[in-house]
């Protein structure tokens, strides 16, 4: 599957965005999807997952309590609603599918990648 993830911009601390990441195929709602995201100088990390039905999230600790992993299958798009944004949230945010885990957070578990969108938070 083809991943195109949109939504990224520059907000203050405290503000908000809403991630978009759409597929292309008719697979889409037999992945569970995930968010990572890198910020410059560190390794790539989990920030929260939904299976594909949509039933079930996981999520960073990091995170939790601040975003949201949602899907609409029926547009073949995930999306990632973060509110409270910190500092330390800039990175690029990456959407990625999984085949076969279902709700993990392992990078290398995931078979398809979308290209990033940057996430700049200032203070």
């Known amino acids: 599957v083809q991943l195109q993830a949109s939504g990224g911009g520059l907000v203050q601390t405290g503000g908000s965005l809403r991630l978009s990441c759409e597929a292309s195929?008719?697979?889409?709602?037999?992945?569970?999807m995930g968010w990572f995201r890198q910020a410059p100088g560190k390794e790539r990390e989990f920030v929260a997952v939904i299976n594909y039905i949509g039933s079930r999230t996981y999520y960073a600790d990091s995170v939790k309590g601040r975003f949201t992993i949602s899907r609409d299958n029926g547009k073949n798009t995930v999306y990632l609603e973060m509110n409270s944004l910190k500092v330390e949230d800039t990175a690029v945010y990456y959407c990625?599918?999984?085949?076969?885990?279902?709700?993990?957070?392992?990078?290398?578990?995931?078979?398809?990648w979308g290209q990033g969108t940057l996430v700049t938070v200032s203070s």
């Open positions: 195929g008719r697979t889409f709602s037999t992945y569970a």
């Open positions: 990625a599918a999984d085949r076969t885990y279902g709700r993990s957070r392992s990078p290398s578990d995931y078979d398809d």
